[in-house]
C-alpha cells in the first residue's frame, strides 16, 4: 500500500508555467497542477477541445511543459490508443499516454471513442475534469449538468434531466480501474493518478472541478464548493478496482458521519438559483437513499 | 513474383511492402476484404504492425492521426460514407502536414444507401488539400499505395490511393507484387521531423490566432493563415516532387512513367475523352472501335486530382478540337468536378478545345460500351452543338 | 529542381510562461502574508503550505515564509480563503498600487 501524499511529501516540480489563460480560481488548474505532477516528465498529453486547450495555452507558447498532441472533439479516447500504438512500436513502453478531457469531451460527444478504447482493453489513463457543463464555450448544459441546474441552454427552468453517472458508465466496461476525485481534495486526487500509472489496462479517473464563472461563486471557494459538494453526500470519492468499489477519504469517513444537507451546497452558487423546495426534496430524498445502501452495503 | 489477387489484397500487399506500423480501420464495404487482410498480415507475424479495430471511420482517422504525430508510420482505409464520417480529420490531418496514406475503394454516397461505386465520395473531399491518387488497374494500386508512402513522407502531405469499389477492388486480375528488398530501398523508414517526445516537449496544433504572434523566444511565430500557405505552395510543389518520385519507381521497378495522366492513342488525336479509373481503361474499346470507323480520337485517365496537374492537362489538351469529359460524380447544382477542373486548366490556352460533361455510373449504374460509344460519337460529330452543361449516359427515365 | 524543404511551418508551440500575458494585471484583491500569522513564517518549520497547495497558478513558493509571485498572481483569494491560520489577507489592488507609485 502506497504511503499517503501530504503537502510536505509532495513533489515541488511544477509543470506548468503561470501565467496562463485559465480563470482566477479554476478548479481546472489545481486538478490540472495536481495531475501533472503525479504523472510526471515521462508522459504524453492528449487533449480535445475544452478549457484545458485554453489553459495549455494558444499557439505558439504552451503552459504545459509535457509533450501534447491536441484532437478534435470527439476523438479523445482513439487518439490516446493511436499514441499508445506508436509508443509500442517506438519501444518506447514506459511513457504514460494520459488523455485529459472535460465532461463534454468524455461523457457526451466523446463518448464513443472513449467505449471503445476501454473495449480495447487500452493502455492509457484517462482523466475527466468534470466542471458539469460545456464552460469553454460559455456554460452550456452538458450530460453532466446536475439536475435543476441553470446554465445558458437551460436558463430559466434548469435542467430538467438527471447528472449522467459516466464513471458508472466506465466502470460497466469492466477496466481494472475507475475512480472519482476532487479539486477540492488534491492529495487524493494525486494519490490516484499515481496509482493509475501502476496499473495494466485503462484507467478511468472522473474528477469533480469547480468552476466560478459557471456555477456562480467568488473564485475564492472553490476548494469550499467542492468540499461541500462532497461533505453533502452529492459527489462521493471512491475507487472500483477490477470490479469492487470502495468509498475512499472524506466519502468513506461519511459513512459513520453525518451528512451535511444539501442546501449548504446549494446556497453557496449562482446556478441553483431556480432549484424549489419540492426539488430540494427530491434531491435530499436520493442522496439519503443513495447512502443507505452504501451503508448496507459496506455492513 | 507474378500473383493473381483483388484490388483490395493489391491495396493490402502494398501496405504491408511499405512496413505501414500502425494500422486502424473500420470495415466498410467494399473496403472490407482490405482491412480483413491486414488484420490476417498482422496476426500472422507478416506485417509488424499495430492493428486497432476501431468502432468508426472518425476514431480509424484519430488514432492514424495520434500515432503519425508520434512519429510512425500510419495507414487507414475507408469508403463512402465512412471517409465522410472521418471528414473532419482529413482536414485535421492535412492541417498538421501529417504522412498518412489512406485507401478510398470508391464508393457512391447515401441517401439513399448504395454499396456500389461512383467517384463522389473522394471527389467530395477536393478541396480538403489530401494528395489524390487514383489506380485505374491492380498494378497502379499497388503501385500507387507503395509511391504513396515515399510521397506523404517527402511532402509532409497525407495521400489517398482511390481505386473503384468492386470494379477493381472485389475483381481479379495478375499483376506484379514488387520484392519487399526492393521496397525497403524505395521506401526508407519513416523520419518525422516533429513528434511526440518528453525529452522535447511541444504542444501541437492548438488554438492559432488569426495574427502572427511572438514564440518563448521572441522569434514571430506564423498565424493560422502562414500555416495554411505553406501548405498550398508545398501542394503546388508536390506536383515536380511526384514526377521525381514516379520516375525512381520506374527506376527501380520499371513500371509508371505517367504521373499525371495516362493517355491512349492521343498524340494525333483530334478529339479526346477524359475519365478516372477503370473508366478510363473502358474508353480505350470505345477508342479502337470510333478509329476504325475513321474517328481521331483518343482517351487520357487522370491518376493524380489533388494537386491539379493543370500544366500537365493543358498541355496535353491543347491543339484538340473537342475534350469530352465523363465522370462518376457532380458537384451537384453545378457540373461534374473533373469537368471544372478541366474548364479552367484549358482557359489559359489560345485556342481552347470545346469541352463536353457526361455524367454516369451513380450509385454503380452499369456503364455500357455501346453507351459510351454513342455518346462519343455524338459529341465527336456535332461537338459544337453539345451545350456546357452536364448530360447523362445511362438514365432509364420511365415516361 | 524539385522542392526539398516541405513543411516550414506548423502549429507546435513550445513551453514557456506568460501565455496570457501579465496575468497580475487581472487583479482586482492582492493576497498579503502575515509572517507573524503564517505557520511556516513563525515557527520556522516546514509545516501547512496550504497556500502552496492550493495555489491555481503556482505562484506561491514552498519556502519558509511562503512568497507569492505578483507578476503572475490572479487575486482569486483560494490561498486567504485556506490559510487555517487566517495569515493571509485580500487587500485592495487598486489602493495597494497607488501606495506603490
Known amino acids: 500500500m502506497a504511503e499517503k501524499t501530504t503537502t510536505l511529501n509532495l513533489t515541488e516540480e511544477e509543470f506548468v508555467h503561470p501565467g496562463n489563460r485559465a480563470c482566477s480560481g479554476c478548479g481546472l488548474s489545481i486538478v490540472y497542477r495536481m495531475g501533472l505532477k503525479a504523472l510526471g516528465k515521462n508522459t504524453i498529453l492528449v487533449v480535445p477541445p475544452s478549457c484545458l486547450t485554453v489553459l495549455q495555452g494558444l499557439y505558439p507558447v504552451a503552459s504545459t511543459k509535457l509533450p501534447c498532441v491536441n484532437v478534435t472533439f470527439a476523438s479523445t479516447g482513439a487518439a490516446a490508443t493511436g499514441v499508445r500504438a506508436a509508443m509500442k512500436v517506438l519501444g518506447k513502453e514506459n511513457v504514460n499516454v494520459v488523455a485529459w478531457a472535460g465532461d463534454g469531451g468524455t461523457g457526451d460527444i466523446g463518448i464513443q471513442a472513449l467505449s471503445g478504447a476501454c473495449e480495447r482493453g487500452e493502455e492509457i489513463i484517462y482523466i475527466c475534469y468534470d466542471n458539469e457543463a460545456y464552460m469553454n464555450t460559455g456554460v452550456q448544459r452538458s450530460g453532466t449538468t446536475p439536475q435543476g441546474v441553470l446554465t445558458t441552454t437551460t436558463p430559466i427552468k434548469g435542467k430538467l434531466q438527471m447528472k449522467k453517472d459516466v464513471p458508472a458508465i466506465i466502470a460497466a466496461h469492466g477496466i481494472p480501474y475507475v475512480a472519482t476525485a476532487s479539486a477540492a481534495f488534491p492529495l487524493d486526487l494525486y494519490d490516484k493518478v499515481k496509482k493509475s500509472t501502476t496499473i495494466s489496462g485503462p484507467k478511468y479517473i472522473h474528477v469533480h472541478t469547480p468552476c466560478p464563472p459557471g456555477w456562480g461563486f467568488e473564485s475564492r471557494f472553490t476548494i469550499k464548493v467542492g468540499k461541500l459538494a462532497v461533505e453533502t453526500g452529492l459527489f462521493d470519492l471512491y475507487e472500483i478496482e477490477n470490479g469492487t468499489f470502495r468509498l475512499t477519504g472524506p466519502s468513506q469517513r461519511l459513512l459513520e458521519k453525518e451528512r451535511r444537507p444539501v442546501t449548504d451546497y446549494f446556497a453557496t452558487q449562482g446556478r441553483f438559483k431556480s432549484l424549489d423546495s419540492e426539488m430540494v426534496r427530491k434531491i435530499q430524498q436520493q442522496v439519503d437513499a443513495k447512502w443507505a445502501a452504501y451503508k448496507s452495503a459496506a455492513v | 513474383m507474378h500473383i493473381i489477387e483483388s484490388g483490395n489484397v493489391a491495396a493490402a500487399t502494398g501496405v504491408k511492402l511499405a512496413r505501414a506500423q500502425v494500422i486502424a480501420a473500420y470495415p466498410i464495404t467494399p473496403q472490407t476484404p482490405l482491412t480483413e487482410k491486414l488484420s490476417e498480415f498482422v496476426e500472422s507475424g507478416q506485417l509488424d504492425a499495430q492493428y486497432i479495430p476501431v468502432e468508426s471511420e472518425h476514431s480509424a482517422m484519430a488514432v492514424c492521426i495520434a500515432a503519425s504525430t508520434a512519429g510512425t508510420r500510419a495507414f487507414t482505409a475507408t469508403s463512402a460514407n465512412g471517409l465522410l464520417y472521418m471528414n473532419e480529420q482529413l482536414h485535421w490531418a492535412v492541417g498538421a502536414r501529417l504522412p498518412i496514406v489512406m485507401c478510398v475503394a470508391n464508393r457512391g454516397i447515401g441517401a439513399p444507401w448504395t454499396v456500389w461505386n461512383d467517384h463522389q465520395d473522394s471527389m467530395a473531399q477536393r478541396d480538403v488539400g489530401w494528395i489524390q491518387i487514383y489506380a485505374n488497374d491492380h498494378q497502379q494500386i499497388i503501385d500507387s499505395v507503395i509511391k504513396a508512402f515515399r510521397l506523404a513522407e517527402t511532402v509532409s502531405i497525407p495521400v489517398m490511393v482511390c481505386y473503384d469499389g468492386y470494379l477493381l477492388s472485389h475483381t481479379y486480375m495478375p499483376f506484379d507484387r514488387p520484392e519487399q528488398s526492393d521496397v525497403d530501398a524505395f521506401v526508407p523508414a519513416f523520419m518525422p521531423k516533429n513528434f511526440l517526445d518528453p525529452e522535447n516537449p511541444g504542444n501541437f496544433n492548438t488554438v492559432t490566432l488569426p495574427d502572427i504572434r511572438p514564440g518563448v523566444d521572441g522569434v514571430m511565430e506564423p498565424g493560422y493563415i502562414e500555416i495554411r500557405h505553406n501548405l498550398h505552395q508545398d501542394l503546388r510543389a508536390a506536383l515536380e516532387s511526384y514526377e521525381d518520385i514516379d520516375r525512381d519507381f520506374k527506376k527501380a521497378f520499371g513500371r509508371g512513367g505517367t504521373p499525371f495522366v495516362e493517355e491512349y492513342r492521343c498524340d494525333d488525336a483530334r478529339f479526346v475523352a477524359v475519365a478516372i479509373g477503370s473508366l478510363s481503361y473502358q474508353l480505350r474499346d470505345v477508342v479502337d472501335i470510333m478509329r476504325e470507323d475513321g474517328i481521331a480520337i483518343g482517351v487520357m485517365g487522370v491518376q493524380m486530382y489533388r494537386p491539379f496537374p493543370d500544366e500537365a492537362i493543358a498541355q496535353a489538351l491543347s491543339g484538340k478540337e473537342c475534350v469530352i469529359v465523363l465522370e462518376k460524380a457532380l458537384s451537384y447544382g453545378n457540373q461534374g468536378p473533373l469537368y471544372g477542373d478541366i474548364k479552367s486548366a484549358l482557359y489559359r490556352l489560345e485556342d481552347r478545345p470545346v469541352i463536353h460533361n457526361y455524367i454516369l455510373g451513380l450509385g454503380g449504374r452499369e456503364i455500357k460500351t455501346q453507351q459510351l460509344l454513342y455518346a462519343l460519337t455524338e459529341s465527336c460529330t456535332k461537338p459544337q452543338a453539345i451545350e456546357d452543361t452536364p448530360r447523362w449516359i445511362g438514365l432509364k427515365l420511365q415516361e | ?101
Do not use: H, Q
Open chain 3, 1 to 101: 529542381m524539385a522542392k526539398s524543404d516541405y513543411c516550414k511551418m506548423i502549429s507546435r508551440s513550445k513551453p514557456g510562461p506568460g501565455d496570457g500575458g501579465n496575468t497580475g494585471s487581472w487583479r482586482v484583491k492582492r493576497p498579503i502574508i502575515d509572517n507573524d500569522k503564517c505557520i511556516p513564517a513563525k515557527t520556522g518549520k516546514m509545516a501547512c503550505f496550504n497556500c502552496w497547495l492550493y495555489c491555481p497558478d503556482c505562484v506561491v513558493t514552498k519556502t519558509i515564509p511562503p512568497t507569492i509571485d505578483l507578476g503572475f498572481c490572479k487575486g482569486c483569494g483560494i490561498c486567504a480563503e485556506e490559510c487555517p491560520a487566517d495569515a493571509i489577507e485580500m487587500v485592495d489592488e487598486a489602493s495597494r498600487t497607488a501606495k506603490e507609485k
